[in-house]
């Protein structure tokens, strides 16, 4: 559907529900914002561009903390890096519950690690962090099973003999190949038509939740859920993952050994049986499902899509791609696999993946969040349950941090000497409580691909490097990146 049919359509909602409902009156001291429509919201300050170019424009009038109307719900908007990490790390407490993305909310509705709030998220989130952790450290570390898929992956681009190829799904089997390792003990291969339709649910999920019309559903979703759309697909799409992991969690718990636990699932499965007569029990079969899912999707889609938008970034400019493979050559050599400890003594390389990571920006408005309770901010009284958006790319591209912030730069994360430069300003994975759960995961995983592909080859693409597009295929929950082809060559 185009985008003007889709505001069309919400304007007509909107005057509809108008005549059957009053608009709720928000309480306490909000900070300021555009004055709202009834039910309407903010619509006619919303940019056809999406969320992210509407929201930087009101807030070149109402300064770094300002309120949007969201259809009939305020929402407190943080922008900039002073601002959202006063929130989310001064008061972190506060600013830690989880808000909601509507077309994803009827699968997830408050369950699993990632979208649930209170006790349960409390609970979930302890319990997932020890058990990723024990899991990545036992018998086979994380280090070794990325390693492991690394060199998986340079066999596969060997197999191409420098053919120009569309690099989405390796990247992807790689990442989820990891988090399937932790989650359900197993890895698959690149060929596995199970494995590979997960995949492209995935990739179609990430890219309609980030496309324009899951914007406009996110304004209305109160009325636009009874009408076909995008939503539906994503639901449908989560649903099916979801029956595969109800599958798999049916296969382990009928070969579950008490004594050796293999992975995440049967980890949870123990845990369920431990807790049963518990009455305020959180380790359910629900929040396992919603758990895993949430594990499995944020695994898999954040690293890879980093590692696409990373490896079109060194086609647009091979004299970075050069640069690293000097010092890939410098350190490593070219006769044994990348280890972690090498990451100290290549600040160049490291500042490249650092410089991916904020020019691409992937969750630009960040995950919601809402307020635990009655919460002063900056002299505004922010009302239990109020959502709050933290704007992650405006720290990602904020000035008083970034020289040239819409300028793909290694140097912005290099002192005078060379060496890396840390920055308050880089929140990829997020700050505070609610910060990425497979941070620690997705760094290794950055570092070990990106360097075992460019120890092994160079790079070319079909088209000159002034021509490749840089520009996004979807911007909103999620920023998704051209499709393209790429060349691997065997250095």
């Not at 309480?27 to 039910?39: A, D, E, N, T, Y």
């Not at 561009?49 to 309120?67: H, M, P």
Request: include cysteine; aromatic fraction near 12%.
């Amino acid at each position: 559907m185009e985008p003007s049919v889709l505001l069309l359509l919400a304007l007509l909602v909107g005057f509809v529900l108008l005549l059957v409902r009053g608009y709720p009156k928000a309480r306490g001291h909000l900070p300021p914002g555009p004055r709202p429509l009834p039910l309407l919201g903010n619509l006619l300050q919303m940019d056809r561009g999406g969320f992210l170019n509407s929201f930087k424009r009101i807030r070149e009038k109402y300064g770094a903390v300002f309120t949007v109307h969201l259809g009939t719900r305020p929402v407190v908007m943080l922008y900039g890096t002073e601002a959202i990490r006063e929130a989310l790390v001064d008061q972190a407490e506060a600013f830690s519950g989880r808000g909601t993305i509507a077309v994803v909310e009827p699968i997830f509705r408050d369950y699993g690690v990632i979208f649930s709030n209170g006790e349960r998220w409390k609970v979930l989130r302890r319990f997932s962090l020890a058990t990723m952790r024990d899991f990545g450290m036992g018998k086979r570390s994380v280090e070794e099973r990325i390693q492991e898929e690394a060199r998986c992956l340079v066999e596969e681009f060997r197999k191409s003999q420098g053919a120009p190829l569309d690099p989405t799904f390796l990247f992807q089997c790689i990442t989820a190949n990891i988090i399937c390792s932790i989650v359900f003990g197993e890895r698959f291969d690149y060929k596995d038509r199970q494995f590979l339709r997960l995949l492209y649910l995935f990739y179609q999920s990430f890219s309609l939740i980030s496309s324009f019309s899951s914007q406009v559903f996110e304004l209305f979703s109160g009325f636009l859920k009874y009408f076909p759309g995008t939503h539906r697909q994503i639901s449908r799409n989560l649903q099916e993952i979801l029956d595969y992991i109800g599958q798999s969690v049916e296969k382990h718990r009928a070969t579950l050994d008490p004594s050796n636990p293999r992975d995440f699932i049967d980890t949870y499965l123990l845990r369920m049986e431990k807790e049963k007569s518990n009455q305020h029990m959180e380790f359910d079969h629900q929040n396992l499902l919603i758990s895993v899912l949430s594990l499995f999707f944020a695994g898999t889609e954040t690293s890879s899509t980093t590692l696409r938008y990373g490896f079109l970034l060194m086609l647009k400019y091979p004299h970075v791609a050069e640069k690293v493979q000097k010092e890939i050559d410098q350190v490593i050599g070219s006769h044994r696999l990348p280890t972690l400890e090498d990451r100290t003594k290549m600040p160049y390389t490291d500042a490249v993946i650092y410089e991916i990571q904020r020019f691409s920006d992937l969750v630009p408005i960040g995950v919601p969040h809402k307020v635990t309770k009655d919460t002063l901010f900056r002299g505004y009284l922010l009302p239990k349950n109020t959502e709050v958006y933290p704007i992650l790319s405006s720290a990602l591209h904020d000035p008083q941090y970034f020289e040239q912030p819409d300028t793909f730069n290694p140097d912005h994360f290099l002192d005078a000497n060379g060496a890396l430069k840390k920055s308050e300003a880089f929140m990829p994975f997020s700050l505070g409580k609610r910060i990425c759960l497979g941070e620690g995961i997705a760094r290794n995983e950055l570092f070990l691909f990106f360097t075992a592909i460019l120890q092994n080859f160079s790079l070319s693409s079909p088209m000159a490097a002034k021509d490749i597009d840089l520009s996004p295929k979807e911007s909103g929950f999620g920023k998704v990146p051209q499709t393209y082809q790429i060349c691997f060559l065997a250095r």
